[in-house]
T-cell receptor
Framework: AQSVTQPDIHITVSEGASLELRCNYSYGATPYLFWYVQSPGQGLQLLLKYFSGDTLVQGIKGFEAEFKRSQSSFNLRKPSVHWSDAAEYFCAVGPYNTNAGKSTFGDGTTLTVKP | DVKVTQSSRYLVKRTGEKVFLECVQDMDHENMFWYRQDPGLGLRLIYFSYDVKMKEKGDIPEGYSVSREKKERFSLILESASTNQTSMYLC???????????FGSGTRLTVV
């Protein structure tokens, strides 16, 4: 069975500082991997995704993530955080090579940005 | 952009009522999903559908049912609402698993 672990429940960074949110997954084959962001009271928005090719993927809002198969990780990064990045972030893993599969989500990491 | 629209942002219902949560997507997506989101429990899948009239149970289907009579609409039904169904309900759709999901804005349901 697939699973996702986000080790950090809450992270606080200063505006302008760099950010890394951790995600570890468990899946028996090549997974699809996703990062989503949720602003308070809203639904989730897809930031970026990986399913093959270059292991460093670029997303919206200046975010990137790196797939490391040897570490079963897909960490999200941003070089300089803006106050508007304060939100909850979810990592998700989906089954490969199926159209009817469903994603499994991590429990989320809440990001607070200090002025 | 694909849009997923949930008919209500906030709902307050009484215990025992039958509740319908509606979700409509406008991009001909095959797959649709209903999740509930609770503090400390993350997102939990209730039901999903990969075609019209096709549905599968997710991780927590008890107390819920779904209907997908048309491709664009996926309804979640609480047969007899209970207070432990107070939650944020999120609908999502996808064209295929590799594309990721498009979520609606959510319906915050309170059962009193």
């Amino acid at each position: 069975a697939q699973s996702v672990t986000q080790p950090d429940i809450h992270i606080t960074v200063s505006e302008g500082a760099s950010l890394e949110l951790r995600c570890n997954y468990s899946y028996g084959a090549t997974p699809y991997l996703f990062w989503y962001v949720q602003s308070p009271g809203q639904g989730l928005q897809l930031l970026l995704k990986y399913f093959s090719g270059d292991t460093l993927v670029q997303g919206i809002k200046g975010f990137e993530a790196e797939f490391k198969r040897s570490q079963s990780s897909f960490n999200l990064r941003k070089p300089s955080v803006h106050w508007s990045d304060a939100a909850e972030y979810f990592c998700a893993v989906g089954p490969y090579n199926t159209n009817a599969g469903k994603s499994t989500f991590g429990d989320g990491t809440t990001l607070t940005v200090k002025p | 952009d694909v849009k997923v629209t949930q008919s209500s942002r906030y709902l307050v219902k009484r215990t025992g009522e039958k509740v319908f949560l509606e979700c409509v997507q406008d991009m001909d997506h095959e797959n649709m999903f209903w999740y509930r989101q609770d503090p400390g429990l993350g997102l939990r899948l209730i039901y999903f559908s990969y075609d019209v009239k096709m549905k599968e149970k997710g991780d927590i289907p008890e107390g819920y049912s779904v209907s997908r009579e048309k491709k664009e609409r996926f309804s979640l039904i609480l047969e007899s609402a209970s207070t432990n169904q107070t939650s944020m309900y999120l609908c999502a759709s996808s064209i295929r698993e590799s594309s990721g999901y498009t979520f609606g804005s959510g319906t915050r349901l309170t059962v009193v």
